[in-house]
């Protein structure tokens, strides 16, 4: 144990050397790109020779339906190719053996399949993974929209659900915009890069890795660092889930959705502040959104959209602060704040 905290305050030493000179937001993206890309080889090539896996569907119409599939190589947007087209193109999720699975994921193993659409009998998890989603889209546009010369660190996306009305994403932006607020023109700006996004119609790759590769991954963000080794340290298996959507890389809490595609009405609605933390003004940016399947008339969305602009109030959750020295003194463990 003792050793294990003394490499993450070796790490934490490192990366803050690192951020010391921080590079460009395009040079960050492109660095972590670079090494989902090479995670992602690696562990496809840990399949070289091609075997078979039963996968056995379940669900409306496909119960006792068994399709032959290639471990390691094929998800379930695969199985559903061998389906319809209605599969295909309304399919959100999976169930892997009774397990959330996000659809790009491979299989590793023969198992049952469930498809998860939003017009099942019960679409909890799948609104919960279209509000994660679309959270992450947001995040997508803030770390992006922004000139080199301003600065934009992103927080832990907070989990809210549904009924609160909005979805959110915390963000840290430079100090020099601490006065700023934003108008609706800067609103419907940053509502226009999420429908580029969405019109690419680009999907989310998930990637599971060790937590010292997404530390690699976000070597240039002390406070993505600290949420990958919290992340790792609440999973059971020790390790935290990437996603990729285009170039763009990001930490999940969660499954996503398959596609940007299935996101239909969206509006960026608010960007409140919250409170100064270890990194700076804390802001909550806000958004509604409808998927493709399930659409609002006008005047329902003007009434959603009014309450999507009142501040979503979650939880506070344990603050993130950086580092303290080492004691070299001390013959205790060496601990660090979470």
Not at 111 to 138: E, G, H, I, M
Not at 170 to 187: G, K, N, Y
Not at 270 to 281: D, I, P
Not at 297 to 315: F, S
Request: hydrophobic share 35%.
């Amino acid at each position: 144990m003792a050793t294990r905290t003394v490499c993450q305050v070796l790490q934490r030493r490192f990366a803050s050397t690192v951020t010391a000179v921080r590079p460009s937001a395009a040079e960050a993206h492109s660095q972590r790109n670079a090494v989902f890309s090479r995670e992602q080889a690696r562990q496809r090539a840990l399949y070289p020779r091609i075997e078979k896996i039963e996968v056995s569907m379940q669900g409306p119409g496909l119960d006792g339906t068994l399709l032959v599939m290639n471990k390691g190589m094929s998800t379930p947007l695969s199985c559903t190719r061998h389906l319809t087209e209605y599969h295909v193109t309304n399919s959100v999720l999976a169930l892997v053996d009774g397990e959330l699975w996000p659809l790009h994921q491979p299989l590793t193993h023969s198992c049952s399949l469930t498809l998860l659409t939003f017009k099942d009998s019960d679409p909890t998890s799948v609104n919960q993974a279209y509000w994660r989603s679309c959270a992450a889209l947001l995040g997508q546009v803030l770390e992006t929209a922004f000139k080199n010369d301003f600065t934009v660190e992103l927080l832990s996306t907070p989990e809210v659900p549904v009924i609160s009305g909005a979805f959110c994403c915390d963000v840290v932006l430079d100090p020099q915009l601490d006065a700023w607020t934003p108008s609706e023109e800067s609103l419907r700006s940053l509502t226009r890069g999420a429908l580029q996004l969405i019109h690419q119609d680009l999907a989310w790759e998930p990637l599971e890795v060790a937590p010292s590769v997404a530390l690699e991954v976000f070597s240039h963000s002390r406070c993505k660092q600290e949420e990958v080794e919290q992340k790792a340290a609440q999973n059971p298996k020790g390790t935290v889930m990437l996603y990729r959507c285009g170039e763009y890389v990001l930490l999940s809490g969660g499954p996503l959705v398959a596609r940007t595609g299935l996101c239909s009405q969206y509006e960026v609605t608010a960007l409140h502040n919250l409170e100064q933390g270890s990194w700076g003004l804390h802001r909550r940016a806000q958004g509604l959104s409808l998927p493709l399947q399930l659409q609002a008339h006008h005047t329902v969305w003007r009434k959603l959209r009014q309450r999507a602009e009142k501040l979503v109030e979650v939880p506070r959750p344990k603050e993130v602060t950086p580092p303290s020295p080492v004691d070299s003194t001390s013959n205790q463990p060496v601990t660090t704040s979470a």
